[in-house]
């Protein structure tokens, strides 16, 4: 897809990956709504890009895990740059972590992680194939592919995610709609630096099984490494390759794969005490 000239939605837009993807968008001559569930943060991305890209950002505060607010954001951006062509379900959270956490922290992982695409799919997806195509970007992580250390809800959420979108490039890819899923490990962002700033029982864990298992990226880095992707329509975007060796031995030898996740899990839990 070239996308040079269309219009964009980018949830979680206000920092990290998703403010990273606004900027490289916006760069890359494509109009961008920003949203944000923090609404000055969202605001202030998409004034840092009108100043360099006058007209190209626009912001809207909100939580993208409900449908009204999916529908007036993408709206909004109807109206106020053209029709949405890309969306890139991009919000995500760590809330909850073992078998402790309560109903409502997984309901909140899997709204936000999982519903908020499947929510935004059901407004665009039909208009797109009317319309003879769109793209949809989805933020899952290697956590997906794999599995996260020390929370369960992040893991199983994630998993879902990816689901979700090969299910939705397999059903409507043969008309028109491109899909891609995004799937990093360690990424310079808040959400990855705060399981190491609180005292929640195995958030550090969880954190420095990321951090120890390859490079942590610039966000910047990934998003170029996204729009590269999409120029293919590759499905699975994976900006640390290291991840489909992790992924291969994982089909080929489930038992042992779960063995050296142990091995692993004891060595962060023994470095940590």
């Known amino acids: 897809m070239q996308i040079s000239g269309k219009v964009a939605v980018v949830t979680g837009g206000g920092a990290g990956i998703g403010a990273a993807l606004a900027r490289a968008l ?3 001559d494509v ?3 920003v949203a944000d569930l923090n609404a000055p943060a969202a605001g202030a991305v998409a ?6 890209h006058p007209g190209r950002a626009i912001a809207m505060g909100g939580d993208v895990s409900d449908p009204e607010v999916l529908e007036a954001m993408i709206a909004r951006a109807d109206a106020d740059l053209g029709p949405v062509e890309i969306f890139f379900a991009n919000a995500g959270t760590t809330a909850g972590m073992g078998l402790d956490t309560s109903d409502a922290l997984w309901e909140v992982a899997l709204e936000v992680n999982v ?3 499947v929510r935004a799919a059901r407004i665009l997806v039909p208009r797109w194939i009317e319309n003879g195509g769109g793209y949809f970007v989805a933020t899952a992580s290697a956590a997906g592919l794999l599995t996260q250390i020390g929370s369960a809800p992040y893991s199983v959420s994630k998993h879902a995610a990816v689901g979700f979108a090969e299910w939705l490039s397999v059903t409507y890819g043969d008309q028109g709609i491109a899909v891609s ?3 990093p490990m360690g990424v310079e962002t808040a959400l990855l630096r705060e399981g190491f700033d609180t005292d929640i029982p195995g958030a550090s864990v969880a954190a420095r099984a990321v ?4 490079a942590v990226l610039s966000p910047a880095d990934v998003a170029q490494q996204v729009l590269a ?3 293919d329509e590759r499905f699975l975007i994976l900006p640390h390759p290291e991840v489909l060796d992790f992924y291969r031995n994982k089909g080929s030898d489930y038992d042992r794969w779960i063995a050296g996740m142990r091995r692993f899990q ?3 839990v023994a470095d940590g005490d």
């Open 211 to 214: 951090t120890e298992s390859g």
């Open 266 to 268: 004891r060595h962060l």
């Open 47 to 52: 004034a840092e890009i009108v100043s360099t």
């Open 115 to 117: 519903m908020a695409h």
């Open 229 to 231: 992707a999409m120029e």
């Open 181 to 183: 899923c995004l799937c």
């Open 26 to 28: 916006a760069a890359a």
């Open 31 to 33: 109009s961008v709504l």
